[in-house]
């Protein structure tokens, strides 16, 4: 059974930075294409960034202060999130792809 753990939330200034971090176990031992989504309150879950093998992919309304990296060898993947404002506010969710399995979630809250 694959285990999805986000860590790394928590509450920021305006302007702060966070890096979630969303360890896999229980997968084998490759890292899948493994994905950042979000949830904001009274909002529709929505994507924030993807990492393949050897690509990447980042959510237009934030690629200029988001990234994402998988460090294989520890079966993580990262979501580095810079000048963070407070529309970010919302439960950040881990996913992997193929087969689909979620992270339980880590709050990150931007405010001051």
């Known amino acids: 059974q694959v285990q999805l753990v986000e860590s790394g939330g928590g509450l920021v200034q305006p302007g702060g930075s966070l890096r979630l971090s969303c360890a896999a176990s229980?997968?084998?031992?490759?890292?899948?294409?493994m994905g950042w989504y979000r949830q904001a309150p009274g909002k529709e879950r929505e994507w924030v960034a993807t990492?393949?093998?050897?690509?990447?992919t980042v959510a237009h309304s934030v690629k200029d202060r988001f990234t994402i990296s998988r460090d294989n060898a520890k079966n993580t993947v990262y979501l580095q999130m810079n000048s963070l404002k407070p529309e970010d506010t919302a439960v950040y969710y881990c996913r992997q792809f193929f087969p689909n399995f979620w992270g339980q979630g880590t709050q990150v809250t931007v405010s001051s």
């Open positions: 229980g997968g084998g031992s490759s890292l899948k294409t």
């Open positions: 990492s393949y093998v050897s690509s990447a």
